[in-house]
Each structure stands twice: as C-alpha cells, then as structure tokens.
Nanobody, 119 residues
C-alpha cells in the first residue's frame, strides 16, 4: 500500500490550502483515512480522520477551520485548510488504516507534505 500526498506549500496567515492523498496498491479501500501533522520539535499529532462510512473526527485546534473529505471511488482523502495560522506550520502526513480480522488495525503512512504559514 502506498500513499501519495500533495498540496502543501507556503502561504500567508489567513489563506487556504487543500491537501490531497491517494492510496494505491490494494484492491480494498481503507477503513479510515486521516491527516496528522508534525511541527519542528514536536510529536506527530492528529489533525482529522474520516471513516469509510463518512464519519469525520477533528482535533480541537483545527476544528472549524479544516474540513476532511474523501472520494472512496478514487481512494483519495482531502484536507481543506482555511484561515491558516502560523501554528499550523508542520509536515502533514496522510494515514490509511486497514482493519484486518487477524492482524488488527494496520496503519500506512504517506511521505509528508510541508505546510508553512507566515504571519
């Protein structure tokens, strides 16, 4: 399973970005997909997740500013980020989880895409 993330970049505070992540290499769709981020010197943290059934979950920080959505037919998940602030600066990682009846939840990670927000 491979995850390819794209859409990062450098923006000014208040602007928007849209991240995309495509999952390939499996005939099955992930049971859930999500976005995590890691700022310099900090641990990786949850941003948002989306289950295959369409239920979204957000961390407190981006709630109300970020929207996660998906296209199950394309095995793609998006993260629309509005009203960006410098604290959103981080490497954003795409995540996909496959629930295996024997092995349990198997996570896969993308390579990360840099988001830089300047004030």
């Amino acid at each position: 399973v491979q995850l390819q993330a794209s859409g990062g970049g450098s923006v000014q505070a208040g602007e928007s970005l849209r991240l995309s992540c495509v999952v390939s290499g499996s005939i099955y769709s992930p049971d859930s997909m999500g976005w995590y981020r890691q700022a310099p010197g900090k641990q990786r943290e949850l941003v948002a997740t989306l289950t295959h059934s369409g239920r979204a979950n957000y961390a407190d920080s981006p709630k109300g500013r970020f929207t996660i959505s998906g296209d199950t037919a394309k095995n793609t998940v998006y993260l629309q980020m509005n009203s960006l602030v410098p604290e959103d600066t981080a490497v954003y990682y795409c995540n996909a989880i496959y629930d295996d009846i024997i092995d349990g939840a198997r996570p896969f990670w993308g390579q990360g895409t840099q988001v830089t927000v300047s004030s």
